[in-house]
């Protein structure tokens, strides 16, 4: 059990006391108290401002709580971002220098791992298949044109898996189409190769 979730229950248990005490003294008070003017009044006002500041605490720390939970999922996302790009932008590198030397092996390497930290199961399997096709064009360590297309179309698949990661549950809320997103992002790679 959480320890906002302690506290929670710890203050339903006080408030859950206080009023049944409050309820239990209240009925005695206005037996013993009721010929003195306004104890009454004054038993209520106390017993009220007690619960409301019960209830204003559990308000409070569920307020936190979902406050914490929104501020690791922003970071969370943002750390995805990041290496997602790092690896894009390293894939760039390799492309346009035109050959694979060991460095770019140890960074795509050290990317892998980044990526096994944050990456979902899709990407982590897109990436791999990825990989294959990397490690067959690393072999004579040149890229040529064909192999530039190959990189491109793996990258384009990868790319799809990367966004249904990111941003895919905001998609369905909005009820966009993931098969047309994938179909959008293969045409969009194609159109750009053709050209190329």
Do not use: C, W
Not at 51 to 77: C, D, P, R, S, Y
Not at 88 to 103: A, F, M, P, Q
Not at 122 to 132: A, D, N, S
Not at 161 to 175: C, N, Q, S, V
């Amino acid at each position: 059990m959480s320890k906002l979730n302690r506290q929670n229950l710890i203050y339903l248990t006080l408030s859950t006391l206080l009023v049944t005490g409050g309820y239990l003294f209240l009925r005695y008070a206005y037996r013993v108290a009721d010929q003195f003017p306004f104890s009454q009044e004054i038993v209520l006002v106390i017993l009220g401002t007690i619960v409301t500041m019960f209830i204003t605490a559990i308000l409070l720390n569920k307020q936190t709580e979902v406050e914490l939970k929104k501020e690791e999922n922003i970071k969370f996302i943002d750390l995805k971002t990041s290496i997602y790009i790092e690896l894009i932008e390293h894939l760039e590198e390799v492309i346009l220098d035109g050959n694979i030397d060991e460095r770019d092996k140890i960074k795509l390497r050290i990317l892998a791992h980044k990526l096994a930290i944050v990456a979902s199961h899709g990407v982590l399997q897109q990436f791999e298949k990825f990989i294959e096709e990397f490690n067959k064009i690393a072999s004579d360590e040149m890229v040529d044109t064909g192999d530039i297309n190959t990189l491109m179309d793996e990258l384009a698949e990868l790319s799809i898996y990367i966004r249904k990661d990111l941003i895919g549950d905001l998609d369905m809320r909005h009820g966009i189409d993931q098969h047309k997103i994938a179909l959008q992002i293969l045409e969009n790679s194609d159109a750009l190769q053709a050209k190329g």
